[in-house]
């Protein structure tokens, strides 16, 4: 805690630092570190503000809002604390706090939601067999006369006997 100019006659003229809150009455009283996710900016605080939604800090004891950073499967920047971060679309992914872009899955898989944070969340689509865990894996499409119903990377089930499929992918 600091004063605010020189002079002072009183443990009250004291004051949390930015990064920092709370409120000093006696000498024994403290300040505390913004947690991680908020931030203080000016001296004198008595709470700190927490980020926009989905956006942490990469450290405690933030000073501005433009600490807050994106939290993995979000995108954005925050430069005001009207700014937000916004949600990774289905079929892509982001890992990682901080400025970035989403990443599409590869060719023939998908996420099965919004807001996904690593390419495992890539997912074979029906018809398509595989398993991802790096950017070049891929998903087989299934040979003529199998068939795979639900996403995933269960293997391709054979047609019933005296049966076909059109072509492969079904």
């Known amino acids: 805690?600091?004063?605010?100019?020189?002079?002072?006659?009183?443990?009250?003229?004291?004051?949390?630092?930015?990064?920092?809150?709370?409120?000093?009455?006696?000498?024994?009283?403290?300040?505390?570190?913004?947690?991680?996710?908020?931030?203080?900016?000016?001296?004198?605080?008595?709470?700190?503000?927490?980020?926009?939604?989905?956006?942490?800090?990469?450290?405690?004891?933030?000073?501005?809002?433009?600490?807050c950073l994106c939290e993995p499967g979000h995108v954005g920047t925050i430069a005001a604390p009207t700014d937000t971060c916004t949600a990774c679309a289905a079929g892509s992914y982001k890992g990682g706090v901080g400025v970035g872009v989403c990443e599409d899955c590869p060719t023939s898989s998908n996420t099965t939601g919004t807001a996904s944070t690593a390419i495992e969340d890539c997912i074979c689509d029906p018809g398509h067999t595989g398993t991802i865990t790096a950017p070049a894996d891929t998903c087989a499409a299934c040979d003529v006369?199998?068939?795979?119903?639900?996403?995933?990377?269960?293997?391709?089930?054979?047609?019933?006997?005296?049966?076909?499929?059109?072509?492969?992918?079904?």
């Open 145 to 170: 006369g199998e068939y795979k119903e639900s996403p995933g990377p269960a293997a391709c089930d054979q047609c019933p006997a005296n049966s076909n499929t059109a072509a492969t992918g079904s």
């Open 1 to 67: 805690a600091n004063t605010a100019g020189t002079g002072s006659s009183a443990v009250t003229d004291c004051e949390c630092d930015a990064g920092f809150s709370g409120t000093i009455t006696a000498p024994a009283d403290t300040c505390a570190e913004c947690a991680l996710g908020e931030y203080s900016e000016v001296a004198g605080s008595a709470t700190c503000t927490a980020c926009p939604a989905n956006a942490t800090t990469a450290a405690t004891a933030s000073t501005g809002v433009t600490d």
